[in-house]
């Protein structure tokens, strides 16, 4: 193997950056050359391919996003679009490709080793729902992000009493609301997968009122079964104590300097793809267990799910005090 692609696919994650920087200074230390995809799946079809050098990816590490940018692609989820990719592959000499991204990118990098080529996978979505890996690269930073801003939210909330209904990412997926729950200090969170009525979330705001507590605080996934407005609306109508507000913290959860872990782990994966490449291990995602990055094959990846530790949800209703 000569030359080697990479590229960030899916939603951007903290932490991309210091894994394409990995990619491409370990491969140039075996001798590799390596072409940067620009725009996931979309670019690859799209021929938007340029070469990077161990020079190119200096002072990238700290940065947030993903410098090769990133897409969504449906032309690629086609069989035509899958082959206009292998098409262009073959024209810019590649070998091997490592796609850094989430579930669907996993998804769409076994689609082209199904087709016979060379790919290995590294999870980084901040959704945190790859089967396999204890995390995903992002993760760690959109916490981080998401527990200053609660932080902050407490500061206004505890001062003038109120409730306030705190809404994270996660499209199918209740693992940041679980853990900003947890180490949040929320009375309850509200996550796709654990159903909770409505009534609870206004007897556990109501209880804290009851307490003596000066706010409350109730973390909401966006793939809850509830819109956070619709929660709002519920609670506003009942006896509940707090006046209600809302915050959707949205994409600033997706951006920012990746955290110290989201660094080393984005660095290790990176690592870890090439040598999978170099090693001959095809069809793979790296993947953290234990303290190790170990490979894990991509089609066991995508046809399971991280579950959600439902312990964590129980903590939260337990430490609400
Ligand atoms: N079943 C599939 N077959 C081929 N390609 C796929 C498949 N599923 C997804 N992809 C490709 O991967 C791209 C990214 O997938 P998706 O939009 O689900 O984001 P993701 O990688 O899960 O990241 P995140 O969830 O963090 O935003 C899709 O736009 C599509 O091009
Ligand atoms: O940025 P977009 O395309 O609106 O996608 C938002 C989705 O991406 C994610 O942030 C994952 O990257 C999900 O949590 C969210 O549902
Ligand atoms: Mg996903």
Avoid at 76 to 97: C, D, P, S, V, Y
């Amino acid at each position: 193997m000569r030359c080697i692609g990479v590229m960030t696919s899916g939603g951007d994650a903290p932490g991309m950056n210091a894994c394409i920087r990995a990619v491409v200074r370990t491969a140039a230390y075996h001798g590799l050359r390596v072409m940067g995809i620009r725009r996931g799946f979309q670019g690859l079809i799209e021929g938007e391919i340029v070469e990077l050098r161990p020079r190119d990816v200096g002072g990238i590490i700290q940065r947030g996003g993903t410098i090769l940018q990133t897409a969504r692609s449906k032309e690629f989820m086609t069989e035509e679009g899958q082959r206009k990719a292998l098409r262009r592959l073959n024209q810019h000499g590649i070998e091997g490709l490592v796609v850094i991204g989430g579930d669907g990118s996993m998804r769409g990098a076994l689609a082209l080793h199904q087709r016979g080529f060379p790919v290995v996978g590294v999870p980084a979505s901040i959704d945190n729902d790859i089967w396999g890996t204890n995390m995903s690269i992002g993760v760690d930073t959109a916490l981080n992000t998401i527990i200053d801003a609660i932080d902050r939210l407490r500061d206004t909330a505890s001062s003038i009493g109120r409730a306030f209904l705190v809404e994270t990412m996660g499209r199918d997926c209740g693992y940041l609301a679980l853990i900003a729950g947890v180490i949040g200090g929320a009375e309850m969170v509200l996550i796709p997968e654990r159903e909770t009525r409505l009534e609870e979330v206004a007897r556990a705001v109501m209880d804290a009122y009851e307490r003596g507590k000066t706010h409350a605080l109730i973390v909401i996934a966006e793939g809850s079964p509830y819109r956070t407005t619709e929660v709002a609306k519920f609670l506003e109508s009942h006896p509940i104590g707090f006046d209600v507000r809302i915050t959707i913290l949205g994409h600033i959860q997706r951006g920012g300097s990746p955290t110290a872990f989201d660094r080393l782990l984005a660095t290790r994966m990176g690592v870890k793809a090439v040598e999978a490449l170099l090693g001959g291990e095809r069809g793979v995602m790296t993947a953290l267990q234990g303290r190790d990055i170990v490979t894990i094959p991509l089609e066991e990846v995508v046809q399971r799910r991280r579950e959600a530790n439902l312990a964590y949800y129980d903590m939260v209703l337990m430490l609400a005090r």
